[in-house]
């Protein structure tokens, strides 16, 4: 199957073109970046080198389909819903990576995002790409949007106890701690490795857009309306975000049906796995072991004095955040094994 | 005044030294600690070279009272309580930094640190040490405890809110993280550069000691019973934390009354700041501001969709969170001025 | 084939088990431990939870080796020695990750290690394991000795001007900064997250052992005497080496002979890279570049006015540096295709 | 005295700013800043938030210096000699950041930065502001120029062994390694933390501009033509340099004839320490221990199987560096104690 993505300088891009590289069933024929067209991919994505001799092109998103039976499309949000329409003409397979057909209800975007959005009919043809919560709706899709990096994190955490029923979803808080490259590749002062090493900063105490996603795909799950207060914050890494889930529980749950609501939920999934050790120094999931791999690490800890539910869930949010589970939805939608160019170790220590 | 450090080798003693070697009113006349006697000073706290010339000693804690007009006690928890009895007797002014005194109700510790208290009778005898909410106790102290560092941090942000009940204290949650001294001085395989660096490691998600003494402290302020939810997160810094306090307003407060809360207890602190910017990189509080200060930076944001009010609150654990806070109380105890030797600002970028 | 790890619990043991786990020829049979007996695996290497449910044992060597074909032996200097003797008779291939194998003059351990060889007539059996420059000699070896991670690092970027009598061997400085893997798993105060954090620390400015290696390898290469002057720091990343060479020319070389020197010693290595660059951000070789991956990046620069060739090598220092090139070993002497459970990317940015 | 910073939103503005609002002899009448006119100087540099309530203004430099008795100016190579004819016809003192008045001959500034000087005649008018070296020339000065960051640290570890005629002045090797704040203030993609965390990057393995400070500086105290081979590498920290200084003696030295060269070289001196112990973590020089303090750690180790002897000389690169040496410079020109504003150790662990 022939691959491009539209988009390819950035950090996400990067990554999609490093998975598909080593994707047995996937050829990539296109990288399209108009600061860097005619420029080897491997200089702006140094570590390719040796991987690809792929020049960057700078062609019309809509030309650029016709090298392509799918396309990953990884522009700015506000600027994928331009070329969407013409896209979407070209009767291409499509998979989303900003936000602009994550949202369901166009309202939301002049909410959450500034913009009257121009084509909403779009938005309900776009499946949210999450396997793990949309895997029969992703496998008939023809366009996928790929899930927020903070949002999917969180909403896979947090999934098992609201499809349960067993919070208190007028109390959910989501204290997310995410690296560097989640801001992506444009320099800024904030970004200056001077400024930005070493901090804690809540750089989004309140009102960080992840949040609708979350409440749309939790509300849709509890078949209710689910209210999460959410804090981000930037911490010295570069990849990698960890979402502690803060929640109450509705009445007191015993620890085994707490496991069997993650269990249930999860079972099979390639890409969850449960931590939730009694010794060792990883007895928690931490971004340190996802980063590099396309997991999402869960665990919980009851705290009972308080009747609080404490979720963590880490991943890698150029991978599972990103390029990997789009990557994973387009196996769904091509009926591949959904693992394929996606199944390895992170490296440790590192 | 001749003041000593007993356990001086470890990060918090170190910061003593530090400070006391440039305070005006004090000569540093002892540091002991068995491991490294007979060994300079600056050989275990390298940044001392060329400001002392003193000697680790090993004298026994009570005798070494003999030097000193005041002592800061800077050794394990647990361990304090078997040294305390005798140094009490010696008459002399005693800070200490261990947990051993903070809590005032014995039971806590068998509760919180699994030990009964071997002389539940001193921990009247101490104040807690912290000037912004205990000036004036401290003043006629003769033993002061220096307070933990999270759970000063955490305290701070949150004592004008509960002081004004201006929120429900069910629901408080805590969400700190911390750097790496925050851990002591042992090395471990939990400090280890190699596993250490680039963690976000939810350490202790619930079950934090330090809630203790956030409760305790809190619920004296609010004349009633609260209820702390606390998360600790270790990030990769070696200084600093962040308490990011999740709370929920009673009923709509607005903007000029949190304010006012805030304002209010803090009028004219000298080692409290207020951040809460429109413009600038360094819009709320970040331990990267703080670290190398005595100051805890204080601000907030409210969550108008949830009713949640977000406080944020920014210490260097070594200094606010400990050594600084224990100087600080020691000048209000001895009537000097209370910023001899911590006013200094951090340096940046660092 | 069936193969073995003695001594798995440490940094380079953990990355041979994610490697051999993955390698399509191999079955992982065996990981030692003595004092994780037991222990699943995935608890010591976190990141390989969900790859295997092997579990440490504390198996005899030489019974070990009943289980397997080939082992690994991936104890500390000075305990190999020790195993080997009985491990040699048990008839299996050994590829052995210390020190204790790689000088061919039973000398030089006394002189670099302080200790007297206790088997020195297996010197000569083992084989350094530089497929790059030993590739014939590793095909019919029955036991290979991996090179030190500094030591390979600087001997590849060293060896195309030493083997063409390019620079004067009187006068070679390697500088090399080095991250926290290399230190090894014990904890120690100089491991010590608060204390390494930051750093950039000479720690062996002169006597670093590899020197040792460094000067034997290139000393045949150039059939004389090389003398090499390395420096050894460790600087604020977990794994990673950069091996700058600061060499002196002999008479004015032009670039073409400098290329050709490189390219003719490393044509079609599968594990080489060359990278000098006039643009981006990544013109020379940087251990970020590397690191999660098998090569060595090497690069080069003249400094006309001063007659000074600097060479530069990356690599990662638990890969190339170690298990990396010691699975490549493995291929090599089995008659596998030599990039078998090696050949990926380094993820980017990280 | 009332003293100004032309330039004053950079990192070494900022530096500037905080040790002068610090300083018992001076008051801080003015900061300009184009970009950030009318803010207030907290906003930018948000550690000096309760220390000060000026606001940056953008007045023309001439003007300027009607406020001042004396300014630091601190702008980029390149502007500074554009403003600074009308500044000198002022009257007023003038300490320079930039490089346009560090080389003695005009015909450098063609060579080694690429422009033609434009007021050659001042170049003999300023001193080189290195304290230690120059202490009498500054005392008289009217126009100071501080050294560049890793020319100072470098000469201040060369400069008693080229004084006192112990090395091979063909082989000087300096490979210098440097924190981020090193690049200046300026987002740019290679300092974008995603990019710039976890580097060893050979940014300048030759050509670097220090190099011709440094030869300045040795030739004149060598009283000879002294080369020098540089190499500079931008590490993962913020501030700190390590310069490690490779050279080879000239013959066979003895350890207390090469004590001898460092201690009459810097008898006294308030800001030189020397680093070279049996044991401890930090036996050598480390930026570590220096950062945040005006320092300059110098230590050495000898090579005897080479001749080489090996220096270690380790700065804060925006105060000893930068900032530091020059209110150290200051001071000395105006007669004040040397080290007012300066005197303070690091803090450590950090």
């Keep these: 199957m022939k691959v491009g993505v539209i988009g390819a300088s950035g950090f996400v891009g990067g990554e999609l073109l490093r998975i598909l590289i080593g994707h047995p069933k996937v050829e990539l024929t296109l990288a399209t970046s108009r600061q860097h067209a005619d420029d080897y991919v491997y200089r702006v ?18 030309k650029a389909a016709e090298q392509c039976d799918l396309v990953f499309t990884s522009v700015p949000h506000g600027t994928s819903v331009k070329i969407m329409p013409e896209l979407v003409k070209s009767g291409i397979k499509i998979i989303d990576m ?23 009919a ?31 994190t969180s909403i896979l955490g947090l999934a098992p106890l609201v499809k349960n029923n067993l919070i208190d979803t007028d109390h959910i808080v989501v204290d997310a701690k995410i690296g560097s490259s989640g801001a992506g590749v444009k320099p800024t002062m904030s970004s200056h490795h001077a400024e930005r090493y070493g901090v804690v900063r809540p750089y989004k105490p309140v009102g960080h857009r992840h949040t609708a996603e ?42 085994p049906e707490i496991w069997k609501a993650f269990r249930s939920t999860y079972q099979n999934e390639p890409f969850i796995r449960f931590v939730r050790d009694r010794k060792g120094l990883y007895r928690y999931p931490d971004p340190k072991i996802v980063v590099g791999s396309n997991f999402c690490d869960i665990g919980f800890e009851i705290d009972e004095r308080n009747g609080r539910l404490v979720v963590l869930s880490a991943t890698d949010n150029l991978l599972k955040g990103a390029a990997g589970i789009a990557v994973q ?20 220590p590192a």
Tied chains: 1, 2, 3, 4.
């Excluded at 919560?133 to 899709?141: M, S, V």
């Design 45 to 62: 994505h140094p570590n390719l080198r040796g991987f690809t001799e792929l020049q960057f092109t700078d062609v019309n998103p809509s």
């Design 329 to 348: 939805s387009m196996n769904v939608m091509m009926g591949f094994d959904e693992t394929l160019g996606l199944r390895n170790a992170a490296i440790h």
């Design 98 to 120: 900003s936000a602009d057909y994550r949202l369901k209800d166009p309202q939301a975007y002049e909410t959450w995002y500034g913009y009257k959005h121009p084509n909403p």
């Design 214 to 255: 979350i409440e749309q795909e939790l509300s849709t799950l509890a078949n209710a309306n689910v209210k999460v207060s959410m804090s981000a914050h930037a911490v010295n890494m570069v990849r990698g975000i960890l979402s502690t889930c803060h929640t109450f529980l509705k009445k007191e749950a015993s620890l």
């Design 122 to 152: 779009l938005l309900e043809k776009f499946v949210l790409g999450i396997p793990e919560l949309r895997r029969e709706e992703i496998k008939k899709a023809e366009y996928v949007s790929a899930p927020g990096c903070m949002a999917v």
